[in-house]
């Protein structure tokens, strides 16, 4: 009697052919049905200059960046790389494929689907109870705002299908093969944050606009170097790179037009 697989799984295997990425993975067949799995900028590298890790070996590598961090969004990118992993059979397949982007290949094959089954933003948050019911109020340019800091490539790599009033999914190409079928806990925790940020007193804040680039040259520059010691899913940290990222995404919108006459002469 032959052996049941998983149809996404084996769907998922078919995919590969000789060799694909997937996310930051690059996953090779072998002869003997096995597969080699290492991180894809090292696709190049020697068999032998990378650390053969096991299963638990290949959770580790997932779930902890080369800096140390605790990686709360597995499909964010920063996947470590020195390691490879090989499986010698389609089960063993779908469990490295888990312990990189838990939950990646039941999502893949569902976005497969001629009609994907997707939540979208307000149909989530309509069922928050507790703490993040306050996300059913969220007004509808800032779910969009939250939205774009959230899950941006910059931190995360699934490719949103799902939706909110004024943002369009992702683009097909974009990102990678892993869809995300719906908002997760960091976006839904974001939210929270937008709101009760919303519901905030606000400062009456007079900014030049020769000063409003100065802002968002310090954000960015904020964003390209974070502290190893901000915790990703910690919103309540004003250095947290979402919540950098919605600022920015308030304050861009502001920047002063770019001249289309060209450059002028200094004054
Ligand atoms: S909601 Fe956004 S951040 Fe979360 S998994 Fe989906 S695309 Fe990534």
Redesign the pocket.
């Known amino acids: 009697m032959s052996a049941y697989v998983n149809p996404a799984l084996k769907a998922f295997a078919d995919s590969i052919g000789e060799e694909r990425d997937f996310v930051e993975t690059r996953i090779r067949r072998l002869d003997g049905g096995r597969f080699e799995l290492r991180h894809a900028a090292e696709a190049a590298l020697p068999a032998n200059s990378l650390e053969p890790v096991d299963l638990p070996g290949l959770r580790r590598v997932a779930r902890i960046t080369a800096s140390g961090a605790f990686r709360p969004?597995k499909?964010a990118p920063g996947l470590r790389g020195g390691w490879m992993h090989t499986v010698r059979t389609l089960p063993e397949l779908g469990l490295a494929i888990d312990a990189l982007y838990p939950g990646a290949v039941p999502d893949w094959f569902a976005g497969q689907l001629p009609t994907p089954p997707i939540t979208h933003f307000k149909d989530f948050t309509a069922r928050q109870t507790g703490l993040y019911r306050i996300t059913q109020i969220l007004p509808t340019p800032l779910a969009a705002r939250t939205?774009q800091a959230?899950?941006g490539e910059q931190?995360?790599?699934?490719?949103?299908l799902w939706t909110t009033e004024g943002l369009a999914p992702?683009d097909a190409t974009a990102k990678s093969a892993l869809p995300?079928l719906?908002?997760?806990a960091?976006?839904l925790d974001l939210a929270r944050r937008a709101m009760k940020l919303e519901q905030e007193e606000k400062h009456a804040l007079a900014v030049s606009h020769g000063d409003l680039p100065v802002l968002v040259a310090a954000l960015e520059r904020a964003l390209e170097d974070p502290s190893p010691a901000v915790r990703e899913g910690n919103t309540m940290d004003p250095a947290n790179p979402r919540r950098i990222q919605l600022m920015l995404e308030v304050l861009r919108p502001l920047l002063p037009k770019p001249d289309a006459s060209g450059p002028t002469s200094p004054e």
């Open positions: 969004n499909a939205v959230c899950c931190f995360c790599l699934r490719r949103r992702d995300c719906e908002p997760c960091l976006l």
